[in-house]
């Protein structure tokens, strides 16, 4: 119980604190340092408590930076600046050094001041009033009914909204490709965002709809790219939803004519594709949604079609996921997946080809996982010198923090050991013990499940040294069920030059680290065109940036060239919406950023109406769309008088 | 000797106070007060008092070279002399020991915590003129200035070297040892010793700069302590090291108030027999110097008897502590003829009720014939005169009340929620007018806005040239005054610094008071929707705020610890209430504006006084900070709530504790009885309204004449039946409520998803 207590308590060491004299430039000895740390420590602990009674007196549950920086204020101590954010900020770690840092990205202040597309919907604060308990009985509004409880609607919303949600659901193709789009570039929407996610949070009741399904899906979308929605802690919903498509025994899989597989898939995209973009609106949602592919994964009780999902969404959302998760879990799982491919019964037949489903995808998803890891192992020695003269641009910055050489490295991924305990989500997950396998050990252990299946596809073996670069001019597509040997053939050619022409290749890196790291990289699946995503103006200017930096780069690349042309145009499609997309990341975090005071120039804080209630709740009430009227003529009416018959 | 004494300190504190001005930018208000007001002599006699006493008490020749000192640093030979002429002490001495290292670093350290301790102090200090000050363990810190306390500690600091740091674990292990064999009837009360004695024993550990032991002290025994202290213990446990204990001010608590407990003679005589026995000194020391033990004659209490009181910042409080009269009783209601224009007759006539004249008689009769033997003079406190606008507003009053809904367990009222929306800058603070027809809210944003309620919209009074313009003389110019242009659902008032902390309308809905972090009380027009005054006197976060309910006072409270009483036209306090050991969290009225009761983060309640400053009733029993407190109707009793998320019921003439509520999940943050005060109703944290009977806790009194006197209450264990009814909001923290004179209960809080 002491020893808990003890630890309960911040604690500086003596090294931090020599390491900060020694960045401004003062030697300390051992006994001062000591002697300072223990005395930030208790000033620590002293801050922390009397900024608690900022927190009371506010009326708040959750301590904010600005209590505690009050509470420096009034103990004569300099406040923090710059962390005034709602959320938490990612706090990440430094792996060669003991260091942690969060992050703390550039803010292109000239893009900021000249953006349009400042987020509306702005909510003026207003006092509603409900008769909620009449004579301490009867409940006269039924409580959990109201994603209205935020704001009222105004008629051209709602209509849009009847509009939009009819079209989008309904029969005619041509007409939900056009809501489609309006939906991802409309910039007067942000009131009807949480009507919009409680539309798509209905997938649980159309599950044996795949078509339903498949425009749900695609309406995430449109809103996930819409660059003047702020969506907050939405998110959580939207995931939620997404999470679902991928991971449930959906009732359409029951019918194995149906294509189940490619719903799974593009959700999973989709998934990756919210997360890189606003995962960090909302904290430790990576750590949630790995831990809740993980349970799928090793839940044998889990149909396959479930693991296939678990396993795809791994692999979309990066290597490092697939190595923390499905690595180690790999050996067990095996034996399972072993048993379902050994039989050879007829009645086994269906679900022998949904093993090899599943096998097919961990198998892309372990490539890819080796080929990144050895990527980034010769990576960050070389790559580090003539990659950033090639890179240069707005994500320069991102690319020079030393803790992303691999790069597709979430930008929110919580760091381990220590930092994952200040993630709302990270706590108890068992990533602790977590710690990364050398590559040719890794190797040797997946050679031994998959055998020459994966041999053949890294060509160069465990010999690490030529054949990353390689790696990296093989994407992996994002196709799993398709895991042609035409790639596979392509990756074997380009290995022979691969020794040779070393400076060209690593050229070539200084590009895909910033293809993958970049937001949008991942998402698109080149399969399944989003109705919203043929807007030509944009896809021609990504194109040319594209040239234009493949040009910039090396004219050794040139050999390469049609095969990455075909490539960044196929599978960058989606880059088109990046620079508004990045635009509104700054709009929101900058708006995390604010202090209190300036709030409420945000949107509009989600309802926890959505977000706190389980989904569940809303399971059947996807129809219940056209009756949200009800609610909402009420509260126009009430929206103009306060007045209530006293 | 005290008296010589007295004679010379009296001025030597004034000038304390004036010197301390100088250092202290705005502590011009306090040295003005102590300059208005006579100072009194108890508190400066107390030093005196305690100083002599502290010599008589002890033989030891170190504590009187201390006082000595102190003596000679507050330059007053004369006093020095006599004692050491009575010591039989040799001036030489007395230097020697004075000039020697050890002693000169002590003082040295001391002289710097006195300085670090200076503001803590001067703010306690000022407070000693404007108010006799409570009884109980304030005096000793109050009356001590900002210069003598290091002498003191260094008093403390010559017993606490007695002790071998390696022994105190034996001696606690042994006292406990000892009263776990002890009978079960006084083991409960001896109980009580553990907390004081740890906290002291660690807290002299450290002091001696024995952070080992004091660490394995800690670690050893601080399970044993009672969870309710568990918040205490936490601070106590990060620290480890002289240096920490300055300027923390829990430890200046604990080492300067004396630790209140309540034991049976019985029980005493056990524990003192047993100390002598074992030649005990190391505890017996600390409970003569630390400890103040409240002997009574009769059973020992029990454990639930015991839990239900303690759990304050300092122990119970003394038993005289509550002994004072206080006067409950209401004033008496100025007699308003209620003009019964038509309108009204035949509003009541279509109710059906043809005796309209015999609820009005009634209501009003009542308070008018006869004064109420429990109730203080009616100008015992100066009260504004009632304005024309006042009277009407009272026979509005009036005829509500007559359709006021009878309130009861069978008959609860209907609740409406007051929700802020879209307010992301954290609403902190929220009051409703007493005719409900106007809601302001305090954000944390520094913003105050209020709204109106009634389809009537806000409306400033013209400017000054277009009010020239208007005709004086005509029937409407209440009317013509108000700039039609103006007109809005809601203001927003602009002016302070950091995050309004709460706010009050004045009675008659002119005035709105705000009290904000950036330690400034503000006074805003309603009329022109401007800041009138700024109170500043408060140099710390100003937590609570509350007008009189006859307006034109009002009180405030804050970090600082003093609670004050202001009148609308001085910009100074009129009264300082000096006392609480932490925060004040928050102040309300007494119904008569002749009391104010504070609660505090020390986790007590008093109730002082507003003619003489005495704090009249100290209140303990709650195990966290208290965030709200409401009066009944009658003003007989007081309700408060706090982070325990419990409510306390009171009985303010006989200062007994009457009911403890159980059922809130988290603080709660506010309390109101029902207009006839048959039920109370609660908010808190927890997203619930709940609702208790009242009528029947105060029914369940016991009042034997044992109870009375010794305040030892046997608490039923029926809190849940008075329950009667919880009420969720969805996801919004109930912040404030108020019955309307319908008693239609209002409640009101931010939306918080």
Partial sequence: MADREERRFAEVSRESVRLMAESAGVELTDEVAALLAEDVCYRLREATQSSSQFMRHAKRRKLTVEDFNRALRWSNVEVVCGYGAQDVLPFRPIKEGELFFVEDRDVNLVELALATNIPKGCAETMVRVQVSYLDGKGNLEPQGTVPTAVQSLSDDLYKYYQQITRSILGEDPHLMKVALLDLQSNSKIAALLPYFVYVISGVKSVSHDLEQLNRLLHMVKSLVQNPYLYLGSYVRSLVSSVMYCILEPLAASINPLNDHWTLRDYAALLLSHIFWTHGDLVSGLYHQILLSLQKVLSDPVRPLCSHYGAVVGLHALGWKAVERVLYPHLPA????????????????????????????????????????????????????????SGAGGTIGGRESSPGLSPPPEPQSEPGLGIASHLQAGGAGLPWEEWTPVPLPAMYCELYSFFGDSLAVRFSAGPSVGGSPPVASLQPPGPRKDTPGSGSAGSGGTASLDTTRKMPQLTASLSISPRQDGSPNGEPAPPSLPAPGRSLPRSSSCSSSVQRSRSSSARPGQRPLGPSRDVFPKARFAPLLTRPPAFSFLIGGRQMGRRCQARRFQTSFTPSAALSALPPRGYAHKLPVIGRVSKPLRRWACSHYSLHLPL | ??????????????????????????????????????????????????????????????????????????KLVESADILRREAGLLEESDDAQGSEGGRDELGGASADEGGEAASLFSRVTSATGASGIATGPAPSKVAQGSEDQPDVSVVLSAYSQQGDPALYQMYYSGLKKFIESVLDCHRAELSQLFYPLFVHMYLELVYNNHEQEAKEFFEKFHGDQECYYRDDLRV?????????????????????????????????????RHLQ??????????IQEHLYIDIFDGMPRSKSQIDSMSGSLAGEAKREANKAKVFYGLLKEPEIEVPLDDEDEEAENEEGKPKKKKPKKDSMGSKSKKQDPNAPQQNRIPLPELKDSDKLDKIMYMKEA?????????????????????????????????????????????TVRVWSVTPRKLRAVKSATDLSLIDKESEDVLERIMDEKTASESKILYGHNGPVYGISFSPDRNYLLSCSEDGTVRLWSLQTFTCLVCYKGHNYPVWD?????????????????????????????????????????????????????????????????????NCNRIFTGHKGPIHSLAFSPNGKFLASGATDGRVLLWDIGRGLMIEELNGHTDTIYALKFSRDGEI?????????????????????????????????VHLSENSLELQLGTYTSKSTPVIHLHFTRRNLLLAAGGYNP
């Fill in chain 2, 545 to 613: 705020v509350q007008f009189s309910p006859h307006g034109y006072y009002f009180t405030s409270g804050g970090h600082d610890r003093v609670a004050r009483l202001w009148a609308t036209d001085h910009y100074q306090p009129l009264r300082m209430f000096a006392g609480h050991l932490a925060d004040i969290t928050c102040t309300r009225f007494h119904p008569n504006s002749n009391y104010l009761a504070t609660g505090s983060a020390d986790r007590t309640v008093r109730l002082w006084d507003i003619l003489n400053g």
């Fill in chain 2, 680 to 712: 109370l109703a609660s908010g808190s944290m927890d997203n619930t309204v709940r609702l208790w009977d009242a009528v029947k806790a105060f029914d369940d009194i016991e009042t034997d004449d044992f109870t009375a006197a010794t305040g030892h």
């Fill in chain 2, 402 to 446: 007559t359709k006021r809904i009878r309130l009861g367990p069978d008959n609860l009222p209907s609740i409406c929620f007051y929700t802020f929306l879209n307010a992301y800058q954290g609403l902190t603070a929220v009051d409703i007018t007493d005719d409900s027809s106007l809601i302001a809210g305090g954000f944390a944003d520094s």
């Fill in chain 2, 236 to 272: 106590l446990s990060g620290m480890s090291k002289k240096e920490h204990m300055r300027g923390n001010e829990t430890l200046l608590d604990f080492r300067t108030s004396k630790f209140v407990l309540r034991i049976s003679r019985d029980s005493y005589q056990l524990l003192k």
């Fill in chain 1, 333 to 388: 799982y095996w034996a399972n997946l072993q048993a379902v491919l050994d039989d050879y019964s007829v009645s086994n037949a269906q679900v022998k080809a949904d093993g090899h489903k599943v096998y097919g995808a961990i198998l892309v998803a372990v490539e890819r996982l080796l080929k990144m890891k050895a990527l980034s192992l010769s990576g960050s020695t070389e790559v580090r010198v003539d990659g950033m």
């Fill in chain 2, 277 to 286: 026995e074992r030649q005990n000194n190391q505890i017996w020391n600390i």
């Fill in chain 2, 1 to 74: 000797m005290a008296a010589v004494q007295d004679g010379q300190i009296e001025p030597e504190s004034e000038k304390e106070i004036k010197s301390e001005t100088l250092n202290d930018a705005t502590g011009n208000h306090a040295a003005a007060v102590g300059g208005l007001l006579p100072s009194s002599p108890v508190s400066t006699a107390s030093v005196g008092a305690s100083n002599s006493s502290k010599a008589a008490a002890s033989e030891d020749q170190q504590t009187l070279l201390a006082v000595l000192q102190f003596l000679k640093r507050n």
